[in-house]
């Protein structure tokens, strides 16, 4: 079936260094990739989104990438903070059908200061 | 920007009740809304996905008659945990989504359930 691997699981940086997450894809119709970050004991929050036309997007400190051919994505933080400390998770999903989402088994980061 | 609101946002109750958390869209119509489970540590595990006006779609594994879902507007859908018991008690999210194809799925915030 879908399946989305994830990794690290846990990941520590020191603050301002860099911090990359991954994530492989299994269906190669998923044509759209979020990545969402939770806080303990809150809902995830969308942090930033690439669609499969797309090869890269950045937004300020966050960029996402997409090999396409390789089935890859990459969450990648630059500069981290304290506050970048949350578990962040990558998802897909195709925008037809039941927009439903496969999740990775997310990753745990930790900034330390 | 989109808007879920889900409550309560903890809850504890006695084995053997039944407990009913809300999800709202307030400012966008959610043609579809996406109950999840959390365990500690954990990934979101979709349980069901709920259309307007239409029976929830649950996923393999999840006990429709235990995990009551009604999605009786655009605005709002209801998760209600039947007869629950200890191991019940997790961590559930919802979310919603308008189908505009422009933008992801929205959450709410959870709700911590304890059955004790």
């Known amino acids: 079936g879908e399946n989305v691997e994830q990794h690290p699981s846990t990941l520590s940086v020191q603050e301002g260094d860099s911090a990359v997450i991954k994530c492989t894809y299994s269906?190669?119709?998923?044509?759209?990739f979020p990545w969402y970050k939770q806080e303990l004991g809150k809902g995830p929050q969308l942090i930033i989104d690439?669609?499969?036309?797309?090869g890269e997007k950045k937004d300020q400190r966050i960029a996402v990438t997409l090999n396409k051919t390789a089935k890859h994505f990459s969450l990648h933080i630059t500069e981290t903070q304290p506050e970048d400390s949350a578990v962040y998770f990558c998802?897909?999903?195709?925008?037809?059908?039941?927009?439903?989402?496969?999740f990775g088994t997310g990753t745990r980061l930790k900034v330390l200061a | 920007g989109a808007v879920v609101s889900q409550h309560p946002s903890r809850v504890i109750c006695k084995s053997g009740t039944s407990v009913k958390i809300e999800c709202r869209s307030l400012?966008?119509?959610?043609?579809?809304m996406f109950w999840y489970r959390q365990f500690p540590k954990q990934s979101l595990m979709l349980m069901a996905t709920?259309?307007?006006?239409?029976?929830?779609?649950?996923e393999q594994g999840v006990e429709k008659d235990k995990f009551l879902i009604n999605h009786a507007s655009l605005t709002l859908s209801t998760l209600t945990v039947t007869s629950a018991h200890p191991e019940d008690s997790s961590f559930y999210i919802c979310?919603?989504?308008?189908?505009?194809?422009?933008?992801?799925?929205?959450f709410g915030s959870g709700t911590r359930l304890t059955v004790v």
């Open positions: 709920s259309n307007e006006g239409s029976k929830a779609t649950y």
């Open positions: 998802a897909a999903s195709k925008t037809s059908g039941t927009y439903k989402y496969i």
């Open positions: 269906d190669s119709a998923s044509n759209y």
């Open positions: 979310s919603a989504t308008a189908r505009t194809g422009k933008s992801g799925y929205t």
């Open positions: 400012d966008f119509q959610a043609t579809t």
């Open positions: 690439i669609r499969s036309n797309v």
